[in-house]
């Protein structure tokens, strides 16, 4: 059964429902202005790319899996764990914002993909802490788990504001969050 944000997002052309989670974010807290320079971890498909796309801003994608080439998209195939791919990313100088969507494969195990989870979602605040301007603004996705506050607690320290939301579209039995933090203080 297709959901109705799937349903949406065919109708509206773009690749992914999760399109729907970023435009959430957007409005509700104005992360990417017109101009603005960003960097999309795990872009793969490439929905939220469509949208920062649509909102006039610059952007460059990194996927460990290929995208369909997109006019006016910069992409890096590779790993954001990987000290190469870092290295392409840190090539384009400062960014704006920092989004990541970045996900684990999940296992069915919790406790394990939520523990995967946080390593990506702080591989993601670690490329942010290199790559954002004063007064930048950072985006990821982490699964609620033990470590959850930690984290949140460890991303206070850098940004001016930061808050944990769930988008409309995220599905309902979902432990997906989203960590929104804005206005990089460093």
């Given at each position: 059964?297709?959901?109705?944000?799937?349903?949406?997002?065919?109708?509206?052309?773009?690749?992914?429902?999760?399109?729907?989670k970023?435009?959430?974010?957007?409005?509700?807290?104005?992360?990417?202005?017109?101009n603005?320079?960003?960097?999309?971890?795990?872009?793969?498909?490439?929905?939220w790319?469509?949208?920062?796309?649509?909102?006039n801003a610059?952007?460059?994608?990194?996927?460990?899996k290929?995208i369909?080439?997109?006019?006016?998209?910069?992409?890096?195939?590779?790993?954001?764990?990987?000290?190469?791919?870092?290295?392409?990313?840190?090539?384009?100088?400062?960014?704006?914002?920092?989004l990541?969507?970045?996900a684990p494969n999940?296992s069915?195990?919790?406790?394990?993909?939520?523990?995967?989870?946080?390593?990506?979602?702080q591989?993601?605040?670690?490329?942010?802490?290199?790559?954002?301007?004063?007064?930048?603004?950072f985006?990821?996705?982490?699964?609620?788990?033990?470590?959850?506050?930690?984290?949140?607690?460890q991303?206070?320290?850098?940004?001016?504001f930061?808050?944990?939301?769930?988008?409309e579209?995220?599905?309902?039995?979902s432990?997906?969050?989203?960590?929104?933090?804005?206005?990089?203080?460093?």
């Open positions: 059964m297709i959901d109705k944000f799937a349903r949406r997002s065919r109708e509206e052309g773009y690749r992914a429902r999760s399109v729907y970023l435009i959430f974010l957007n409005r509700k807290y104005r992360l990417i202005k017109r603005d320079k960003v960097l999309d971890l795990g872009c793969y498909p490439g929905s790319l469509q949208v920062i796309k649509n909102l610059n952007v460059v994608g990194v996927d460990k290929q369909i080439s997109m006019p006016g998209v910069r992409f890096i195939l590779g790993k954001v764990e990987d000290e190469k791919t870092v290295g392409k990313i840190k090539s384009y100088g400062k960014f704006d914002v920092v990541s969507d970045l999940t069915g195990n919790k406790q394990l993909d939520q523990e995967r989870s946080l390593e990506l979602s591989i993601a605040f670690n490329v942010a802490k290199d790559v954002l301007n004063h007064k930048g603004n985006v990821c996705k982490i699964f609620q788990g033990r470590e959850f506050e930690e984290f949140l607690n991303i206070k320290k850098y940004f001016h930061v808050k944990a939301t769930k988008p579209a995220s599905k309902k039995k432990r997906e969050m989203y960590v929104v933090a804005l206005g990089y203080k460093i």
